[in-house]
């Protein structure tokens, strides 16, 4: 018996057909996947929606991250079965009507039952047929928001997977698909291991086609030209992943939609045809999604040079993430309950994978346009292990405030110009200082006013104020936990618990180089407690000032490291106070002057000394005489007068058997 052609008149079989084959079935609806591939060749002709809605248009649309590309039309397929000894099997296409072919069922019509044949039969090149792919149910469907589980849809051990990837990366086969799948499953046991086989092959194997791209008459649509040409589109990275998926006996769809990726301007719309293509792979008992494209690496700005760089992130993806930057047409695909609008989409804030594979957790707000409110904008991120961060607006890290948090940071930002302003914000690990910080955020801020009162200081450097990284290094138990500090009469005194063996150096900071480092320096004066240290802070102007502070062990030789910072302000124009006295590094951080507190002193005026100093045999101050200072219950005390010099020296005899003193403090004296 030969072959039978069912374009005559199917009525003869119409019967039948409704008894086995169920309506929502053949109704399923999937856009994009172009079914019916019989030779290894892209499934061409009609694009069916998955809900026997077809379009026979080839659409334009944005590929690699969201460029434009034109996802090529294809040919017309041929179905044939071979003959039978139990009857004559016909191969039939079963759609709705006026609906373009989508799904194949095999069909026995003899003597016995009508049964479908059994799923491990094999094709003529000795591959296993695979049943048809169904349509997303209920028990695919993932809950969103993200439950911050797990960055995968489905368990895998990547330790466990190493060898099989080592393996699969060596596989240099590229005469034929079908030799290619072969080669790749002699290593691959279970369904996820064929998959992921598949995977880790055309991820690094298969480059993007920049040149296809944008010359579509040099494009690879076809697995077998995409295969041998070592390259494609979003396209041809997915109908090979497909057509290898089929012969390998695992059930894989090609999904189209709309992504957020190169050329994706934070707050866009979308509009028209899908703009890239993905996979969905069937997997105990559930659909998966990956993507083959961003897996294997990225393009540049201009869409000219391609660069392997693999991405795990994109490998079984779980939906609740992989919706963030990818809108399948139809929206069964999302396998997420409930499912996101496409309105939902476009405002959603677009996070990469760097932002969860650094293992950052969420962002507020999680819209990509924000607005400010009285000249202030402020994001947050939440995340579990301690990361540092740093950000950019427009292109600079000024008009911001951000403060790590041990779960995370927060940023509040002030622009000084209104009108929309690009937010960066960037992550990397708190251990291994080789890191470099990686983007994980991208903010519209749309400024309306501007808070003319807060003008930040250019050099002030990020994060601001004291944190868990401050912790580290000995800073504990801040009297001011937060970035800012603000006094109305220009002082102020902050206090820490400090570790073992920390020694501290402060120095102040003015806008614009405006107050010279010695200088500043001379304006915050460090009394050591015991465990206590205090910063007693004197403003030399109104203003806003940064806040340094430097720490070392002392236990360890070489130079003082910053570790954090605070932004001092103030308003109070009248406030004018002078620097402290200049210290030596003979001056011990125990040591505190109690008077006079002033760096500069009257000309020709007695002027009292009361220090507390311990562990010193002999104390003087050095004018234009010496002046001994009398111990008196552990304070030095004593005056001296300032006739006739510029400048006055505390000096300290350390042993009573040296013969020598060190100088410990100078002041200035006023010119007559």
Not at 13 to 37: D, T
Not at 403 to 420: A, E, V
Not at 592 to 606: I, Q
């Amino acid at each position: 018996m030969g072959t039978m052609d069912f374009k005559a008149d199917p009525s003869a079989v119409s019967i039948n057909l409704l008894l086995i084959v169920h309506p929502e079935e053949a109704a399923s609806k999937q856009k994009g996947p172009r079914e019916g591939q019989t030779d290894g060749s892209q499934s061409p002709g009609l694009q069916d929606d998955g809900n026997g809605n077809s379009s026979s248009q080839s659409p334009q649309g944005r590929d690699l991250q969201g460029q434009q590309v034109c996802k090529e039309p294809c040919k017309q397929p041929q179905a044939v079965t071979p003959y039978s000894s139990k009857g004559t099997q016909v191969t039939v296409e079963i759609h709705p009507k006026d609906s373009p072919p989508q799904l194949f069922k095999k069909l026995s019509f003899g003597k016995g039952p009508r049964k479908l044949p059994s799923l491990s039969s094999q094709d003529d090149k000795g591959f296993r047929t695979t049943e048809a792919p169904r349509p997303p149910g209920g028990k695919d469907l993932h809950a969103y928001p993200w439950d911050r589980s797990s960055l995968k849809s489905l368990p895998v051990d990547l330790q466990q997977l190493e060898k099989l990837d080592a393996y699969a990366l060596k596989v240099d086969v590229k005469s034929s698909v079908e030799e290619l799948v072969r080669a790749l499953l002699k290593q691959a046991r279970s369904d996820l291991e064929k998959v992921r086989a598949i995977w880790m092959w055309i991820c690094h194997h298969i480059e993007y086609d920049v040149v296809g791209y944008h010359n579509k008459s040099q494009l690879a649509s076809r697995p077998l030209d995409v295969l041998q040409a070592g390259k494609g589109t979003c396209e041809g990275y997915a109908g090979l992943f497909e057509h290898m998926c089929s012969l390998a006996g695992i059930q894989c769809m090609k999904l189209f939609g709309y992504s957020k990726g190169n050329g994706y301007k934070t707050g866009q719309t979308f509009t028209g045809d899908s703009d890239h293509a993905w996979n969905a792979v069937y997997l105990d008992g559930r659909w998966h999604l990956l993507d083959s494209t961003w897996g294997s690496g990225s393009v540049d700005d201009s869409f000219t040079k391609f660069t392997f760089r693999y991405n795990e992130f994109y490998f079984l993806t779980h939906p609740a993430l992989f919706i963030n930057n990818h809108f399948p047409d139809n929206s069964n695909w999302q396998l997420l309950k409930p499912a996101l609008t496409l309105k939902d989409f476009e405002n959603n804030l677009l996070h990469n994978s760097n932002f969860y594979t650094l293992g950052l957790l969420a962002a507020h707000p999680q819209t990509a346009v924000i607005q400010t409110v009285n000249g202030k904008a402020s994001v947050s991120v939440d995340c579990r292990p301690a990361m540092l961060f740093t950000f950019k607006l427009r292109g600079t890290a000024q008009q911001g405030l951000l403060t790590l948090k041990r779960q995370g940071m927060q940023l509040d930002i002030y622009p000084q110009k209104t009108g929309s302003h690009k937010l960066q914000i960037f992550a990397k690990p708190s251990r291994g200082s080789g890191d470099v910080y990686q983007c994980v955020l991208e903010y519209l801020v749309e400024c309306r006013s501007v808070d003319a009162a807060l003008r930040l200081p250019r050099e002030l450097p990020q994060p601001v104020g004291p944190s868990w990284l401050s912790e580290r290094r000995g800073f504990l138990r801040p009297s001011h936990p937060g970035p800012v500090v603000h006094t109305n009469d220009g002082r102020c005194s902050l206090t820490f618990t400090l570790g073992r063996d920390v020694l501290v150096l402060a120095s102040l900071q003015g806008e614009g180089g405006s107050l010279p480092e010695e200088l500043g320096m001379q304006h915050v004066m460090a009394v050591r407690r015991g465990a206590q240290l205090e910063l007693k802070v004197q403003l030399p102007r109104a203003g806003s000032f940064v806040l340094k502070l430097y720490a070392k062990k002392k236990s360890e030789p070489g130079n003082y490291d910053y570790v954090f910072n605070y932004l001092l302000s103030c308003l109070n124009a009248e406030v004018r106070w002078p620097a402290f006295p200049l210290s030596y590094s003979k001056w011990g951080q125990d040591y505190e002057v109690l008077e006079p507190l002033a760096g500069v002193l009257p000309a020709a005026r007695n002027v009292r000394f009361r220090l507390r100093m311990q562990g010193v045999a002999k104390v003087l101050v050095q004018a234009e005489g010496s002046y001994p200072l009398t111990h008196n219950r552990g304070y030095w005390e004593g005056s001296c007068s300032t006739a006739g010099c510029s400048e006055v020296f505390v000096m300290v005899h350390e042993n009573a058997n040296h013969s020598f003193y060190s100088h410990v403090l100078k002041y200035q004296v006023e010119s007559q």
